[in-house]
Nanobody
Framework: QVQLVESGGGSVQAGGSLRLSCGYT?????MGWFRQAPGKEREGVAI???????RYADSVKGRFTISKDNAKNTLYLQMTNLNPEDTGMYYC?????????????????WGQGTQVTVSS
């Protein structure tokens, strides 16, 4: 079973930037980032399919960029112009099927998460 390990979270002020990383032990076709704020449901942030197709949540378009380095077995999420609404636990997920939407597919493999806190 694939192992996913996130890193790169932290505390930043509004307007700041962070880059999250997700190391994986097995390359799967669809990989993505999800987040969960306190008291809220987990939501999709960005996904990247093996054919290069990406999808972003409307709230992060133009600010976040998902990318992958297969040579390093690492998925990234570059986050810029962060605001307090971006605060939450960020999770890496992967599955070996095409991802059409940002839905939480039942067969996703999940990492343990990394915390992002943005202060105003």
């Amino acid at each position: 079973q694939v192992q996913l390990v996130e890193s790169g979270g932290g505390s930043v002020q509004a307007g700041g930037s962070l880059r999250l990383s997700c190391g994986y032990t097995q390359r799967l076709f669809c990989m993505g980032w999800f987040r969960q704020a306190p008291g809220k449901e987990r939501e999709g942030v960005a996904i990247l399919n093996g054919d290069g197709n990406t999808r972003y949540a409307d709230s992060v378009k133009g600010r976040f960029t998902i990318s992958k380095d297969n040579a390093k077995n690492t998925l990234y999420l570059q986050m810029t112009n962060l605001n307090p609404e971006d605060t939450g636990m960020y999770y890496c997920a992967a599955r070996d099927l095409y991802c059409v939407t940002l839905d939480l597919y039942r067969n996703y493999n999940w990492g343990q998460g990394t915390q992002v806190t943005v202060s105003s």
